[in-house]
């Protein structure tokens, strides 16, 4: 089955800078990739994705990169803001024909601290 | 609000006890999907249904474990006989199904065993 690996598990840093989290997957024929934001006592919450037909995407201050050769996919957040501080998910599911996309695997996390 | 409702929010249970974790979809959704986050980790799939239909179970524990999706009415996951290492907290996604992907997460349910 599918494996999904984060980097890193933590990551801190100051208000302004960017950050970075990578993820490796393991299954080629995944082709959805989103990236989910958990504050504590909550549920994830879908921040950004991506489709395996497209390799870059923007939302703001967050972007998404995909490099299926590779088999890796990365989040981007510029201008960090202490808001920002919590956990990050990223995942990657299946979509097979007409089907629905099945279950999403998820990487382990990184908790993400801004500082002011 | 037209967002995932999952409850109770938590759910305190002896061991040998049943548990029995509800979740409404968002407004339009007929797909709904649970996961379970043990402590300090990420989520885990458990079962993935339709309306009156189990599409996937491959994460489902043999033993104990079972959902449900009525044609009317929440899904329902239940946890018979509960032991301590069912404590977690237990996730219900849903989406639209075939025209999308993207999986909206309810608030979590969760669940202490004592």
């Known amino acids: 089955g599918e494996n999904v690996e984060q980097h890193p598990s933590t990551l801190s840093v100051q208000e302004g800078d960017s950050a970075v989290i990578k993820c490796t997957y393991s299954?080629?024929?995944?082709?959805?990739f989103p990236w989910y934001k958990q504050e504590l006592g909550k549920g994830p919450q879908l921040i950004i994705d991506i489709r395996s037909n497209v390799g870059e995407k923007k939302d703001q201050r967050i972007a998404v990169t995909l490099n299926k050769t590779a088999k890796h996919f990365s989040l981007h957040i510029t201008e960090t803001q202490p808001e920002d501080s919590a956990v990050y998910f990223c995942?990657?599911?299946?979509?097979?024909?007409?089907?629905?996309?099945?279950?999403?695997?998820f990487g382990q996390g990184t908790i993400l601290t801004v500082h002011p | 609000n037209a967002g995932v409702m999952q409850n109770p929010r938590h759910l305190v249970r002896r061991r040998g006890q049943e548990a029995r974790l509800r979740c409404s979809p968002m407004?339009?959704?007929?797909?709904v999907y649970w996961y379970r986050q043990l402590p300090e980790e990420g989520l885990k799939f458990m079962v993935y249904?339709?309306?009156?239909?189990?599409?996937?179970e491959s994460g489902m524990p043999k033993e104990r474990f079972s959902a449900e999706f009525p044609k009317e009415g929440p899904s329902i996951l239940r946890i018979q006989q509960v032991v301590r290492g069912d404590s977690a907290a237990y996730f219900c996604a849903s989406s639209v199904g075939t025209r999308g992907s993207e999986q909206f997460f309810g608030p979590g349910t969760r669940l202490t065993v004592l």
């Open positions: 249904l339709q309306k009156e239909n189990i599409i996937d």
């Open positions: 299954d080629s024929a995944s082709n959805y």
């Open positions: 995942a990657a599911s299946i979509k097979a024909g007409g089907t629905s996309y099945g279950k999403l695997t």
């Open positions: 407004k339009g959704h007929s797909h």
